[in-house]
């Protein structure tokens, strides 16, 4: 909760596969939840400092209430040295992380993190959040116990506020006015008569080409 050792409201960050507005999950069959991938530049120090002592009072959380008193000797903490390689895979992370500080965030369907602008009005407009943005994001650390032996720190997505457009990153579409601009393109012209149509999507031979991109924190599809 806001105001507790365990939560933070970081500086400006970056966002990554962004999933603010529909759950998602990552692999079929997972449970969808509200999701980012988090990007706190190095040269934040200050937010890194709020980041490292929530995890440390998550910790103690968890000695206190779900690790019967102890703390392992190595608890897993979500947060990854983007200049470094993915837990995941051993591979390095994406070129975006570089420099960066990097973690994912998520909540659970029932629970949608509100998203808005500078000025605290809500976001309507879904095309303005994308994998590049730029944000403060708050966020809460917690201890977790899964199957009575796998304990470590996870992390809990909160309100997000849009600060200012970012270059989109690979993973992101484009919107139409990214894309084309101005450009209105040649008129077609009208088929002849009986000459074949064009393809379309959902119909029988056409096969858009689709590339997921992968996340740099899970290294699963996107």
Known sequence: MIGEATNVTTGEVRLSYVHLFKPHAAVPGQEEKFSATILVPKSDTATKARIDAAIEAAKQKGIANKWNGQCPPIVPIPVYDGDGTRPSDG????????????????????????????????????????????????????PYLFGGAKKGIGCSLGPVMKVRDGEPLGGSAPTAAQAFGSFSGPQAAAPAHGAAQPATPGVAGY????????????GLPF
């Open 91 to 142: 591979m390095p992370f994406g070129p975006e992380c570089k420099g960066h500080w990097v973690f994912t965030a998520s909540c659970k369907a029932d629970y949608p993190p509100e998203v808005v602008d500078r000025n605290q009005n809500p976001i309507i407009n879904q095309s303005e959040i994308y994998s590049g943005v730029y944000a403060y994001v708050n966020i809460e650390f917690f």
């Open 207 to 218: 096969s858009p080409a689709q590339s997921p991109g992968v996340n740099p924190i899970t």
